[in-house]
């Protein structure tokens, strides 16, 4: 009895140490993924759930007001928005920053569709960001079209990617 | 007598008309916490970002940003538990350096300890049967000698002497 404890007691632990594993390399979502959900409480108080915006495209931009390669890829960003008027959704996640600092940036920015913090990290948690800038574009269907990790280099390089999924 | 008494009273009411005309200097109500202060809480949380990096040692500037809300909650009269609640409701438990004694967190306080019993019991085990099997092995040889007869003993005695005599 005692030996089947010890045993089972190590198989248990060797399976959670497995599992944390399998987490830590799992990397990246996917393209062809279905985009987990989330509710963004943006900073000026309104909540954009992503369920809502199903048969639209959406462009889930994380960021920081430390990240240097953020900066310029927002002016590229709102560019695109401003394009679409509404029928691409752009929603900002502020990634562990501090919320004056970002407010800060975003006004730096002109950055006018909505972000809102990631509180308690659980969006980039489920989306399993390693850092910002990350990028990821999901179709009408509700699944990951494009992940771009690191900054877009220009404003076309988006239209370019937005474009075969919006029409 | 009466020019002493006149010249005191002149000071007295001097001073007491200087200090009603001059402006006061003003305090400050709640004094800017030390570094000691800030590092004293920074030390129990990691920074969100760098990994295992406490957060009164992390030199970026988001970690600078960070201090400086702690800075600024002390300031305000949050307490060392509110601050800490803060950061959690922000970035999540892993931003703690003890992480909560909740669910799976348990394993962190109960395995290690947990190992070092068993580790213990095992070696203790084995120290007790080496032990055994070396008192067996003793016991054995007494025995061995001691069945041989006193001319057995002698021829050995005697073989022995030859041998080191022909060396």
Redesign the interface.
Known sequence: MKKIL?WG?LAA?LL?VAIGLNRAQQGQIGVGELAPDFTLTAFDGEEYRLADYKGKVVVVNFW?S?CVTCKPEAWDLESAWRNYQGDVIFLGVDY???E??AKAYLEETDVTYPNG?D????IS?AYRVD?VPETFIIDKSGKIAHVQIGPFSSFEEIINIIDPLYK | MRKFITQILALFLSITFLSLTFPHVATAQDPTPSDDEVNAIAKQLYCPVCENIPLDACATQACTQWRGIIRDKLAEGWSEKEINQYFVDQYGDRVLAEPPPRGLNWLVYLVPPAAFLVGAYLLYKNFRTWRAANDEQDTGQEQDISSKTKPEIDEYVAKLEEELRNR
Do not use: F, H
């Open positions: 010890i007691g632990l959670l920081a430390w562990v920053d501090t004056k600092e913090p509180k308690r990290t659980q948690q850092g």
